[in-house]
């Protein structure tokens, strides 16, 4: 098969022996490389293009070009001219449109159901050869670039990295801010009467060549389909002369190395920063001698430097990895988390860093260790679940940048070669000369003498003395200090469970007593040897009070801190454990290769009932908990505004500041007591599933059980005791407005959130499909029309088994008057709804059906459903399935029903809760017009009837709570299941023959 257009095609795409999915690369005559993906199982469609350009290569006078040629293209193009056109065409068809600016390229990536492939190619081609770029569109997209930088700036990590940036070389590129503002991308170039929309122009049609894009499509169809799909629709983009931008020009030099930044952050975070520049490490891909030193400077294990700097009380956390920010633009970071004391110590903890690194160097690569490494990368690609579509294709493009065609999915996940001179060469970057220190901490305020000026960040940088660099340079080897021992846990048994008598494709009751449920589930579909286990300890004094919550939550901060050391050489070998607080108790998962699993399982286990409180650390784990509840009024007004509103309208919650008063004077004694007073009476749910049989299930009962039954006085939960939260609900007609201030940020919020009734399968396919109804017309109204902010969102849900519909605006202009606009639009919405044509109704259904019965891609996806339905006391492992039929039934007079009585404002059953987050930062606070993109507005005394809620607690104790919802299954009915050796005893099933109440012989 030959075509004038493609100069390259092969099938020659290496892969894992298990990917199903067939790959082909082709090459078009305009140099554009292209990664063709057939998938017939495929539940829907996806394709990514990345473009070789980035922030890096914005012209010096217009920072955020980059940035702002990536929202434009989605504008409109000349076929398909319309504002919203794309995004309206995604939403009908099931579908997903994202894309971001990196500093070396541009990613767009997007999805559609199946059969709508080659519409949505053809208006996805489109973007890269007809842009509009109209300049209507223009000052609204530079308005919302202006909003997502207004919501960044008091975000301490967007800030971080652009110090980097400015403290480089002042005239390479990587010097510049990347993002853009008004002022950057309008105000100044107004002033310099330049043409935003002919640079912008001039911007596209020099960078946006085809050799320096790189496109996945992922579909349904065969091979030779999907090339005529592409070759059709690209080919047409034009070849520019530019060559593959890149950047061998050092980003630090002699004058930006061997340096120390203080830096005040917005939270109150402590940390140290150690920066090394790397030589670009991608022509080494087939070695990977970065990995080595990936696995060593990331253990945990008890002679590592995160081991030993915690027992010295220094250091909370430590991570540690290599940073690719451009081609040809990398440094190895390793990032310890202080603590108060480590403040202190920081000279102290980089000594210890080189002398890991000289004990390194003394003792030469390891084979061995390397060996181990290129072991368990080749299992975990081998063994990995299958992706979905559309991330999948996301993650593709950058790498067909990076690495060749055929190496492009094994790239960076195998280890092919033995070079350890190559280590030993990385490992000749790690010297003090080239290296930089950022310490970050609040005690550095009024210690600063610069300022950043796209985030105010204030810092200061000061040369390391050479006394000090000598000292770490001559560091002497530590005893402490190793690489770690050999790993105990990597798999080498890959045998699959036989499937048996039992082929359900749900969990099923294994098991269940007073004490103990156990859902068992044998994977029938994927059958891969990987496991997946979930324990829920439920008992109800958790939640009685904030102080027993903060109990909670430290006693599983110190038992997952001090079992790391264990949990780190399993993590390793791709098998997970972690301990994670609830309010109701704690969750323990585990994850991974099923060979070893249960040696994990039993020392978890036995740890944890002999876990001893250190008080030192408890005081450490104690203040990080205080430090991150203060941080919490630092949050993003819209993460502010939902806090507030899931705390108002659930029957338990504490708030942060509630924590706070209940958390100075815990010690020891209290934990201890605590956690023996809730082992010793509490309720266990756990499922397994996976490459699990009834052998690993009983493992896992005879430890539970024997964890509950061999503690003194031992009792169990009462049924009246296993009654979960529920939810407040509010009055018919009832309208709520609960105000609160944030100091940091310039932004404020809006949520407005409608209760909408217990859940049942129709009601939340009602829910979902108003939701999808409404969601292209929200964002383009709210955020593209109105320019209200950047984050703009139409949410639908369950809180406690109670059905909601909310909008969500974070705005720089008053919290009243965007509340007005939010009511304006939701009276837009009966239109809307009556003027809606069958066939786009239908369209919209058949979007979320696509949507729903989306099946699980891989152990991990199903795994988690199955996790959120047992978590949740729900139990509908088929809910994909039976809430798809139920959308069949729907109307679209079911859907206006619904708005007319729920959702309008003139509504008999509508329940509201508004929440403002009002910015103490921002003048327009008391203006209640204030956006000239806003027609009248008819509604603005309409929200000045609500009720303010000046008290939580009396707004509570005022309403009714909703019941609990029901189960799916009659769990209460269920009989019995008794473990049983005996061969007449049903695998799932109720004994036919004795039964044994006791299960001490397992």
């Known amino acids: 098969m ?23 690369a082709l090459k078009l005559k305009n140099g554009l490389k292209v990664l063709l993906i057939s998938d017939p199982d495929t539940d829907n469609s996806a394709a990514s293009l990345a473009v070789a350009v980035g922030s890096l290569n914005d012209p010096k006078d217009l920072p955020g070009l980059a940035h702002f040629c990536e929202h434009m293209l989605i504008m409109g193009t000349k076929t398909y001219p319309g504002e919203n056109e794309f995004l309206k065409f995604i939403a009908q068809n099931g579908g997903y449109y994202r894309a971001y600016t990196a500093i070396d390229h541009t990613n767009y990536y997007c999805s559609s159901k199946t059969d709508e492939l080659g519409q949505l190619l053809d ?18 997209e530079i308005n919302a670039i202006n909003s997502e930088h207004e919501k960044n700036k008091a975000d301490d990590n967007w800030r971080l990295e652009q110090l980097k940036r400015s403290l480089s070389v002042p005239n390479h590129p990587f010097n510049m801010f990347g993002t853009g503002t008004k002022q950057t991308l309008w105000d100044i170039p107004k002033k310099k009467k330049i043409k935003i929309c002919r640079k912008l122009l001039k911007f596209h049609s020099k960078w946006y060549s085809s050799h ?42 002699k004058e930006q190395l061997a340096t120390k930044t203080i830096v005040v952050p917005v939270k109150d975070i402590r940390q140290l920063i150690v920066n090394f520049l790397l030589k670009d490490q991608q022509p080494f891909y087939k070695t990977m001698p970065i990995d080595y030193l990936n696995a060593l400077f990331g253990d945990k294990g008890p002679t590592s430097i995160s081991a030993v700097l915690m027992k010295k009380g220094w250091s909370t956390g430590v991570s540690a990895n290599n940073i690719v920010e451009a081609r040809g633009i990398e440094y190895y970071e390793i990032n310890v988390e202080l603590t108060e004391v480590g403040l202190d110590h920081v000279d102290d903890i980089v000594k210890l860093i080189f002398q890991y690194v000289i004990m390194l160097k003394r003792n030469g690569p390891a084979p061995w260790f390397h060996e181990e490494t290129k072991v368990i990368k080749a299992i975990e690609f081998y063994f990995k679940d299958k992706e979905s579509p559309l991330p999948y294709v996301c993650t593709i493009t950058p790498r067909m940048i990076r690495y060749k065609i055929r190496d492009v999915l094994i790239a960076e996940h195998l280890i092919e070669e033995w070079k350890p001179e190559l280590i030993t060469d990385l490992m000749n970057y790690f010297t003090p000369e080239n290296m930089r220190i950022t310490v970050v901490s609040k005690t550095y305020q009024n210690q600063t003498n610069a300022v950043d000026p796209y985030y105010g960040t204030q810092y200061s940088v000061l040369k390391i003395p050479e006394k000090a660099l000598n000292n770490w340079r001559n560091a002497e080897v530590s005893e402490e200090l190793k690489i770690p021992s050999t790993n105990e846990y990597i798999a080498n048994k890959f045998s699959i469970v036989p499937i048996g008598h039992n082929k359900s494709k749900i969990p099923q009751i294994f098991y269940s007593s007073s004490i103990i449920r156990c859902w068992l589930n044998t994977d029938t579909i994927f059958r891969l040897p990987k496991a997946y286990i979930s ?27 001090d079992f790391s050391q264990h949990t780190c050489i399993a993590n390793r070998a791709v098998l997970h454990s972690k301990i994670k607080s609830r309010i109701f108790g704690f969750n323990i998962k585990f994850d991974g290769f099923n060979h070893k699993m249960h040696h994990l399982v039993k020392r978890t286990i036995a740890k944890l009932l002999a876990f001893k409180i250190d008080p030192k650390r408890l005081e450490i784990i104690k203040g990080e908990k205080i430090r991150e509840l203060n941080n919490i009024k630092m949050e993003q007004p819209y993460l502010s505004a939902m806090r507030y509103s899931s705390l108002i309208l659930s029957e338990v919650a504490w708030s942060p500041f509630e924590l706070l008063r209940f958390i100075d004077n815990i010690n020891a004694n209290d934990v201890r007591h605590f956690i023996d007073k809730f082992l010793s009476h509490m309720f266990i749910e756990a499922m397994l599933y996976g490459n699990v049989d009834k052998q690993m299930a009983s ?20 049924p009246q005791e296993m009654i979960r939260s529920r939810e407040v609900e509010m009055d018919d007609g009832e309208s709520k407005l609960y105000e609160r201030v944030s100091y940091f940020h310039n932004s404020s919020c809006v949520y407005v959130n409608l209760q909408c009734g217990i859940q049942s399968t129709k009601d939340n396919m009602v829910v979902s499909l108003f939701k999808q109804i409404i969601e292209e017309s929200c964002y383009n109204i709210l955020r593209t029309q109105e320019q209200l902010g950047y984050v703009v969102m139409s949410l639908s849900g369950k809180s406690n088994g109670v059905l909601y519909v909310g909008i969500l605006v974070q705005s720089s202009l008053s919290p009243t008057f965007v509340h007005t606009r939010i009511e304006n639009y939701l009276s837009t919405v009966e239109e809307l709804l009556n003027d809606l044509p069958e066939d786009d109704f239908s369209r919209n259904k058949d979007s979320l059906s696509i949507k729903l019965a989306e099946n699980p891609k891989g152990q991990n996806e199903q795994a988690a459903v199955f996790r959120s ?12 399935k039976i ?18 009585e729920k959702i309008s404002r003139t509504g008999s059953k509508r329940r509201k809760l508004a929440v403002h987050i009002k910015s103490s930062m921002n003048d327009a606070i008391d203006k209640l017009k204030s956006n000239s993109n806003c027609p009248a507005d008819k509604y603005s005394l309409a929200i000045m009837n609500v009720q303010k809620i000046k008290d939580i607690i009396e707004f509570k104790k005022s309403h009714r709570l909703y019941p609990v919802p029901k189960s799916f299954i009659p769990i209460e009915n269920t009989s019995i299941k008794l473990l049983n050796d005996d061969p007449d005893i049903l695998y799932y099933g109720i004994p036919h023959g004795r039964r044994r109440n006791n299960i001490s012989t397992l």
Request: proline share 4%; aromatic share 10%; charged share 30%.
């Open 2 to 24: 030959s075509d004038p257009d493609i100069i390259l095609r092969t099938n020659v795409v290496r892969k894992s022996v298990k990917d199903l999915r067939d790959y082909r």
């Open 123 to 140: 208006r996805f081609s489109r973007f890269f050869s007809e842009p509009l770029f109209t300049a209507s569109s223009a000052e609204k």
């Open 212 to 253: 320096l894009m790189n496109l996945a499509v992922l579909g349904k169809e065969d091979l030779n389909t999907l090339e005529d799909m592409v070759v059709s629709l690209f080919k047409h983009i034009k070849k520019k002369n530019i060559n593959l931008p890149t950047w061998t020009d050092p980003i630090y030099k």
């Open 535 to 561: 324990v829920e300890l439920y008992s109800p004094i958790v939640a009685i009070d904030p102080l027993n919550c903060n109990i909670m939550d430290i006693f599983v901060r110190l038992f997952n801190e």
């Open 699 to 718: 493992i896992l009962i005879y430890e539970l059980k024997r964890a509950c039954l061999t503690r003194v006085g031992f009792r169990p939960l009462l």
């Open 869 to 880: 339905e047992i978590k949740n006391q729900n139990y509908n492992f088929n809910r994909a």
């Open 883 to 900: 809430e798809v039929e139920e959308l069949r039934s729907i109307t679209k007079s079911d859907i206006i029903d619904f708005y007319n």
